[in-house]
T-cell receptor, first 111, second 115 residues
Framework: GNSVTQMEGPVTLSEEAFLTINCTYT??????LFWYVQYPGEGLQLLLK?????DKGSNKGFEATYRKETTSFHLEKGSVQVSDSAVYFC??????????FGSGTRLQVQP | GAGVSQSPRYKVAKRGQDVALRCDPI?????LFWYQQALGQGPEFLTY????????KSGLPSDRFFAERPEGSVSTLKIQRTQQEDSAVYLC?????????????FGNGTRLTVT
């Protein structure tokens, strides 16, 4: 079946540090890949997506590249801000209507 | 607002009680999903509607869980004879259509605590 594995958190960084949150997946076929973010007290929001191998999704300074050979979709940001503190979820979609989510990684950015 | 609205925001139920959770999707969105998110976990799919038709209910954990969307807009997730393991955040999401090019818009969820 489909599954998504994320690095466990919390990830604690100082402001302006480089961020990587690892995500690997197992899926049949060729999934689309997503990162969702959940800020405190808010609902899940789509951060970025990539629909085929070697695509790079980007938004708000975050990037992730769809790597088919390593079945990975790691999230990166060059310089994090306190306002990036949130829970980040990696997810995949195989065309069977429902997203499969990872367990989430909490990011805490300290000033 | 124009987002997905869920009510109540919090619900405490005694074991054995029935509960009903409401979701108001974004107007005009065809697809509606329910997810269950246990503490410290990612959301897990429960069921999917396209308009009023429930096309997939494979994620419902037992026959105590029932969802409906009778007029193709508002949806209700009902849990009968609640158990402690039902404690979770229940998320509703809607999208214009049901494919990966149509982003999901999530509500803030209903946190259910069964005591």
């Amino acid at each position: 079946g489909n599954s998504v594995t994320q690095m466990e958190g919390p990830v604690t960084l100082s402001e302006e540090a480089f961020l990587t949150i690892n995500c690997t997946y197992t899926a049949t076929g060729y999934p689309s890949l997503f990162w969702y973010v959940q800020y405190p007290g808010e609902g899940l929001q789509l951060l970025l997506k990539a629909t085929k191998a070697d695509d790079k999704g980007s938004n708000k300074g975050f990037e992730a590249t769809y790597r088919k050979e390593t079945t990975s979709f790691h999230l990166e940001k060059g310089s994090v801000q306190v306002s990036d503190s949130a829970v980040y979820f990696c997810a995949l979609y195989t065309g069977r209507r429902a997203l499969t989510f990872g367990s989430g990684t909490r990011l805490q950015v300290q000033p | 607002g124009a987002g997905v609205s869920q009510s109540p925001r919090y619900k405490v139920a005694k074991r054995g009680q029935d509960v009903a959770l409401r979701c108001d999707p974004i107007s005009g969105h065809v697809s509606l999903f329910w997810y269950q998110q246990a503490l410290g976990q990612g959301p897990e799919f429960l069921t999917y509607f396209q308009n009023e038709a429930q096309l997939d209910k494979s994620g419902l954990p037992s026959d105590r869980f029932f969802a409906e969307r009778p007029e193709g807009s508002v949806s209700t997730l009902k849990i009968q004879r609640t158990q402690q393991e039902d404690s979770a955040v229940y998320l509703c999401a809607s999208s214009l259509v049901g494919d990966s090019d149509s982003p999901l818009h999530f509500g803030n969820g209903t946190r259910l605590t069964v005591t």
